[in-house]
């Protein structure tokens, strides 16, 4: 074609030439560059994150305040009492809002590693470490000005160990409490490794044994209460365990105080150390196995405070399922149950991870906010802070996720808070399960055994691609089933957000 400069060689040679076609060139370069700049940018999908769904707020714990909160409540007046692990329990006015309106004022000093609150009747109600006490403030000027004992049944030696962690009220009016042992091994005053309720009159009822390490305490939608314990002698890995009155639930150190009560029958027979779960369940009938075990390290170390969502809603699509804390992850865990063979089971799930300190107190409020109180003392934390109070809020944005993982005789139904793409949810190789189990025994925790490798036979996509149900041969009874789906997409070709579940199978579906 024709030259776009048509002049004589030596013309264009020319030094002044030369010169002016490179200016040329530098303008229409940065012309070039202008237009593109102002076209609009092409969207860049970028992968989903755990603060896209819920955010943390930080709540501005004033400087010179040791709030290791063990305890929260929400009080009629909208006020937020914080307890700590000090002996202070503090208000904060509008811990709803921006931290920049909130206010700490201490209500109460003086008490004794308080990991419990719950209000009723005007009263707020403190599990110490040595008793249940209940506090009011009588002439309004922001401080507790009576202390009453409810009940001190329980004893104390000064071993560190020895916490009392306190439940709400339940239906009945009643308040549970959970007692460590002494030590990791030993109950060496009344009552270590017990769960009591505190009655509306104040006496206590001998509830559970079997307790060791408990990290918190909540109920669940139907007003059952469930408590943590972590992993140690007895325990192979934390659990989420069912508070059935009359029950023992695994640690037999504490169950020497059967010879001071019949409210719980005869004794149980001790456990055999090196045999299984679900194998000594079977031959000592008082044994409750755990809801859930939290596969160590895999979901947490340290499982801490519970909270449930009962808002209907206000805190996403997670109607009625429960949020296990975990104090050295510093995150909140997500648990689905659901009953099998009259006893609850069911699947863990990662849910945030972020925290400040290690996660300690959980509480959900009615307009769907949950505070999370966190300490690293005693126990080192991912979180990097000695100490932190933060607030968990919904952005109205669903993940996608997998919603529940129920048991069916022939394998898992998996429901997801969205549409599924069916092409790829119906292919076996997106999904990948093994099984695995703890040995039950007198020492220190325990490693994963007796692993198996189900076969997925069949994944059935359902007509409202809302459902998978994975066909299983090879089910295994007292085993952690952990799946991971990382093929899985929804509909428009995200993947899960977090892509593995933990199911603990005591029982088979019938």
Same mark, same amino acid.
């Given at each position: /074609?024709?030259?776009?400069?048509?002049? *004589?060689?030596?013309?264009?040679?020319?030094?002044? @030439?030369?010169?002016?076609?490179?200016?040329?060139?530098?303008? +229409?370069?940065?012309?070039?560059?202008?237009?593109?700049?102002?076209? *609009?940018?092409?969207?860049?999908?970028?992968?989903?994150?755990?603060?896209?769904?819920?955010?943390?707020?930080?709540?501005?714990?004033?400087?010179?305040?040791?709030?290791?909160?063990?305890?929260?409540?929400?009080?009629?007046?909208?006020?937020?009492?914080?307890?700590?692990?000090?002996?202070d329990i503090y208000l904060v006015d509008n811990p709803f809002s921006? *931290?920049?309106?909130?206010?700490?004022?201490?209500?109460?000093? /003086?008490?004794?590693?308080?990991?419990?609150?719950?209000?009723?009747? /005007?009263?707020?109600?403190?599990?110490?470490?040595?008793? +249940?006490?209940?506090?009011?403030?009588?002439?309004?000027?922001?401080?507790?000005?009576?202390?009453?004992?409810?009940?001190?049944?329980?004893?104390?030696?000064?071993?560190?160990?020895?916490?009392?962690?306190?439940?709400?009220?339940?239906?009945?009016?009643?308040?549970?409490?959970?007692?460590?042992?002494?030590?990791?091994?030993?109950?060496?005053?009344?009552?270590?490794?017990?769960?009591?309720?505190?009655?509306?009159?104040?006496?206590?009822?001998?509830?559970?044994?079997?307790?060791?390490?408990?990290?918190?305490?909540?109920?669940?939608? !139907?007003?059952?209460?469930?408590?943590?314990?972590?992993?140690?002698?007895?325990?192979?890995?934390?659990?989420?365990?069912?508070?059935?009155?009359?029950?023992?639930?695994?640690?037999?150190?504490?169950?020497?105080?059967?010879?001071?009560?019949?409210?719980?029958?005869?004794?149980?027979?001790?456990?055999?150390?090196?045999?299984?779960?679900? #194998?000594?369940?079977?031959?000592?009938?008082?044994? =409750?196995?755990?809801?859930?075990?939290?596969?160590?390290?895999?979901?947490?170390?340290?499982?801490?405070?519970?909270?449930?969502?009962?808002?209907?809603?206000?805190?996403?699509?997670?109607?009625?399922? %429960?949020?296990?804390?975990?104090?050295?992850?510093?995150?909140? %865990?997500?648990?689905?149950?659901?009953?099998?063979?009259?006893?609850?089971?069911?699947?863990?799930?990662?849910?945030?991870?972020?925290?400040?300190?290690?996660?300690?107190?959980?509480?959900?409020?009615?307009?769907?906010?949950?505070?999370?109180?966190?300490?690293?003392?005693?126990?080192?934390?991912?979180?990097?802070?000695?100490?932190?109070?933060?607030? =968990?809020?919904?952005?109205?944005?669903?993940?996608?996720?997998? =919603?529940? @993982?129920?048991?069916?005789?022939?394998?898992?139904?998996?429901?997801?808070?969205?549409?599924?793409?069916?092409?790829?949810?119906?292919?076996?190789?997106?999904?990948?399960?093994?099984?695995?189990?703890?040995?039950?025994?007198?020492?220190?925790?325990?490693?994963? +055994?007796?692993?198996?490798?189900?076969?997925?036979?069949?994944?059935?996509?359902?007509?409202?691609?809302?459902?998978?149900?994975?066909? +299983?041969?090879?089910?295994? #009874?007292?085993?952690?089933?952990?799946?991971?789906?990382?093929? !899985?997409?929804?509909?428009?070709?995200?993947?899960?957000?977090?892509?593995?579940?933990?199911?603990? !199978?005591?029982?088979?579906?019938?």
């Amino acid at each position: /074609g024709r030259s776009l400069w048509p002049l *004589p060689q030596r013309q264009r040679n020319h030094p002044l @030439m030369t010169q002016s076609m490179s200016l040329v060139r530098t303008a +229409v370069t940065a012309l070039l560059l202008a237009l593109l700049s102002a076209m *609009p940018a092409v969207a860049q999908d970028k992968p989903a994150t755990e603060n896209d769904f819920y955010s943390i707020t930080t709540l501005p714990i004033p400087k010179g305040v040791v709030l290791e909160a063990g305890g929260l409540e929400l009080l009629p007046n909208g006020k937020l009492a914080a307890s700590s692990r000090r002996g202070d329990i503090y208000l904060v006015d509008n811990p709803f809002s921006e *931290p920049s309106s909130m206010k700490f004022t201490r209500y109460a000093q /003086g008490l004794h590693e308080v990991l419990g609150l719950s209000w009723k009747d /005007g009263w707020l109600y403190a599990t110490q470490r040595c008793e +249940v006490t209940r506090m009011k403030d009588t002439d309004n000027d922001g401080r507790a000005d009576i202390f009453e004992t409810v009940n001190d049944d329980w004893g104390i030696t000064g071993d560190y160990h020895e916490y009392a962690f306190g439940s709400k009220f339940d239906a009945r009016g009643d308040l549970w409490v959970v007692l460590c042992l002494t030590g990791s091994f030993n109950s060496n005053t009344q009552y270590r490794g017990w769960c009591l309720r505190i009655k509306p009159d104040g006496t206590s009822v001998p509830t559970c044994s079997g307790l060791r390490s408990p990290g918190g305490m909540g109920m669940n939608h !139907l007003g059952d209460m469930f408590y943590t314990d972590n992993q140690g002698p007895w325990n192979g890995t934390s659990k989420l365990q069912h508070l059935e009155p009359g029950k023992f639930v695994g640690h037999p150190g504490g169950n020497r105080w059967y010879s001071i009560t019949d409210a719980l029958g005869k004794r149980p027979a001790d456990p055999k150390s090196g045999s299984r779960m679900m #194998v000594e369940a079977k031959r000592i009938p008082e044994l =409750l196995p755990p809801a859930i075990y939290f596969p160590y390290k895999k979901m947490g170390q340290s499982a801490s405070g519970i909270a449930c969502d009962t808002t209907d809603g206000k805190f996403g699509i997670f109607r009625n399922q %429960m949020f296990v804390g975990d104090q050295t992850h510093s995150t909140v %865990m997500r648990v689905d149950l659901e009953k099998v063979q009259g006893h609850y089971q069911g699947a863990c799930f990662p849910f945030r991870a972020g925290f400040g300190s290690g996660s300690l107190s959980l509480l959900m409020s009615k307009t769907g906010s949950m505070f999370v109180g966190g300490t690293n003392r005693g126990w080192g934390s991912r979180g990097n802070k000695p100490f932190s109070l933060q607030r =968990l809020d919904w952005s109205g944005k669903n993940a996608f996720e997998v =919603l529940t @993982m129920r048991l069916r005789p022939d394998g898992f139904r998996l429901a997801f808070t969205e549409q599924i793409d069916p092409e790829t949810a119906a292919k076996i190789d997106s999904y990948q399960l093994q099984t695995y189990t703890y040995i039950y025994q007198a020492s220190y925790g325990s490693p994963e +055994v007796d692993h198996t490798k189900p076969t997925i036979k069949e994944a059935r996509v359902s007509s409202d691609r809302r459902h998978v149900d994975l066909v +299983v041969d090879g089910l295994q #009874v007292g085993h952690i089933h952990e799946l991971h789906l990382p093929g !899985l997409r929804s509909a428009d070709k995200k993947p899960l957000l977090h892509q593995q579940a933990y199911y603990t !199978l005591n029982y088979l579906a019938k």
